[in-house]
């Protein structure tokens, strides 16, 4: 438990912030001063985000001045050399965030770190079995870290930036921190294909704030039926971006991947298949089912023909193309888990373009015909994975929607997004698979993006999941964990999802944080520090602060979404014609209104929402 600082100095706390709120006051009876005042004695009292396990200080001593600091690492077992280089990067970008201005001083506090396994100092060994722990003390002789591990140390290092508060000092000490994550799995899904971003852009509005906030794993969605802007060397030609200057090479990946790592966070790659896959008919038309096919939308139930324009998604026969791509970037990628999505495969597009409605008598059969055609698909799928030493994750639908579990398709050990079916994770998990928790509601942070005046459908999921919403939903609770059903020990935490339909790199850190900040904390402290959003607003507004001064345009904490001046779509919209549904509407109609607009954060944003 965090045990509170002495009442003599909780009253001296109330008094500097009384006389703070004071100066700016308000007309007598305005209640704000007060509020002011108690949010700002929440921050001095408890400046973590995530809250940590325990964390006590008493205000005794004087404030750490962190310029000059001196780090020294002590590695009692494993690779100390490569645990000193990897610490000695994490302990730079963390520098950076304390704001301690000008030149440094020859020599300040010692900054000593004990790591006593070190035999994880590679991406290739990042994992869910990480031990993540550490303990931070902060006194006026300097700085102590011990961690089981280098990741550990490493958020013992983010825990240190928190409290510098970008004043490059640590005051109120002494201070001592001992801390654990509640789930192993904290992460954010990133969608490069319907929208890219540049690699600068990732790291500065994704990675470094998911460092800061203890997050640690990168979901990259790589491609959808947009673009595939990932370098693939066996064949050239299924290099697809929007542009030349809009593309990753395999360097890239590279470079993201040990830049992630060097902040304690993990790279896991999604190839999305045999849905989501119309690009690759730009390279081989012969590779894909009903590409292109209007009206997109099908006219059909359950199974329409694609979710979004364009349509197309790899023939079960083009199963040995898929298995070559995965072989190449299964190598690349150091992560120990590959994701082959497996989400929204439509089965009327491999009917050869044919829509069977929902009522129709045929349909069991139809659904009966082309769910074992993709069990087929997917199990070639998994074996390739297996062969490559990775373990295969997919998205729910494989288990809730198509009873693939237990069979070759769908392996007793694989990992499951839950998306569709979250309160099923308890079933997931009986049936022996690993879990992550990623409902559409509400930890889609794509919902809601839209104009004031945006009609309904423009956005499928609207409202928007607030970081409130974030905030407030457990994965045990939700999930169907009840004591007797479900194995708690294979839930292994949860993702927020930022799919980029509605997005543009302008407004990215915008549009993420600070909610992907509410899941950090749901799913890195403990249960009973997670219960009110309201309590937890003091800190909130502490972290804002520190990212903005890190660089990052933060969204209000009251905001809804709605602040958009236009109706944002897909980059392939921007060129693409006509995109007709059954209604005769075009999906890429909107983006008509901004062709030739600079997509800067001012010329999409509105600026009294933004302020």
């Known amino acids: 438990m965090r045990r509170r600082p002495p009442a003599s100095v909780l009253l001296a706390w109330l008094v500097v912030a009384g006389a703070a709120a004071a100066s700016t006051a308000p007309p007598a009876g305005d209640g704000s001063a007060a509020a002011a005042a108690a949010a700002h004695l929440l921050e001095l009292e408890a400046p973590l985000w995530p809250a940590p396990l325990s964390y006590t200080h008493d205000c005794s001593g004087a404030a750490l001045d962190l310029r000059g600091a001196q780090l020294s690492v002590k590695v009692v077992e494993g690779d100390a050399a490569a645990a000193e280089r990897v610490l000695a990067d994490s302990f730079e970008a963390g520098r950076a965030a304390w704001a301690c201005g000008g030149a440094a001083a020859s020599k300040g506090p010692a900054v000593r770190i004990t790591v006593l396994n070190a035999s994880c100092t590679s991406p290739a060994c990042s994992s869910a079995a990480n031990d993540e722990s550490y303990r931070l003390t902060v006194g006026t002789d300097g700085v102590g870290i011990e961690a089981s591990a280098l990741f550990g140390a490493q958020w013992a290092l983010a825990s240190l930036t928190s409290l510098a508060d970008a004043r490059c000092s640590v005051a109120c000490l002494p201070v001592e921190v001992d801390d654990r994550p509640r789930f192993p799995h904290r992460g954010v899904l990133l969608d490069t294909a319907r929208n890219w971003f540049s690699v600068a852009d990732i790291k500065a509005k994704v990675i470094n704030p998911m460092a800061r906030t203890k997050l640690n794993v990168l979901h990259w969605h790589v491609w959808d039926s947009q673009s595939q802007p990932l370098e693939i060397k066996f064949n050239a030609s299924f290099w697809l971006p929007y542009s030349q200057e809009q593309r990753y090479t395999q360097e890239d990946a590279r470079d993201l991947i040990d830049y992630a790592f060097t902040r304690g966070i993990r790279v896991l790659p999604e190839f999305d298949m045999p849905g989501h896959t119309a690009v690759f008919a730009k390279a081989d038309p012969s590779l894909v089912a009903c590409a292109d096919c209007q009206p997109w939308d099908g006219q059909g139930q359950p199974d329409v023909m694609c979710n979004q324009p364009p349509c197309g998604q790899l023939k079960p026969e083009a199963v040995g193309v898929a298995k070559q791509l995965l072989t190449e970037l299964a190598a690349l990628f150091p992560s120990g888990v590959v994701s082959t999505g497996a989400d929204e495969v439509n089965f009327n597009c491999w009917n050869n373009a044919t829509v069977v409605p929902q009522q129709s008598s045929d349909y069991p059969a139809h659904q009966a015909k082309w769910t074992a055609v993709l069990e087929g698909f997917q199990a070639e799928v998994a074996s390739t994975l297996a062969a490559a030493g990775k373990q295969m994750a997919v998205w729910d639908e494989s288990f809730s929607q198509w009873g693939l579990a237990g069979t070759p398709a769908l392996p007793n050990g694989l990992l499951l997004f839950a998306w569709s079916s979250p309160e099923a994770a308890a079933a997931m998990t009986d049936a022996g698979y690993q879990v992550v928790m990623a409902p559409w509601r509400p930890w889609y942070l794509d919902c809601g993006l839209q104009t004031k005046d945006s009609g309904e459908g423009y956005n499928w999921c609207s409202p928007l999941n607030t970081w409130q919403d974030i905030y407030s939903y457990d994965p045990l609770a939700n999930g169907g964990f009840n004591g007797t059903a479900g194995d708690p020990s294979l839930l292994l935490g949860g993702e927020v999802a930022m799919w980029s ?111």
């Open 501 to 611: 339909e509605h997005l543009r790199p302008s407004v990215l850190d915008y549009v993420v944080w600070p909610r992907a900040a509410a899941l950090a904390e749901r799913l890195w402290s403990p249960a009973e520090e997670t219960q009110d959003a309201a309590a937890a607003e003091g800190r909130l507004r502490a972290l804002m602060r520190q990212l903005g001064a890190a660089g990052l345009r933060v969204s209000p904490l009251d905001w809804q979404g709605t602040d958009f001046k236009f109706e944002l779509l897909p980059q392939w919209c921007d060129t693409a014609g006509p995109q007709l549904d059954s209604a005769g509407a075009d999906y890429c109609g909107p983006a008509t209104s901004y062709r030739g607009v600079p997509l800067t954060f001012e010329n999409l944003v509105e600026a009294s929402e933004a302020a």
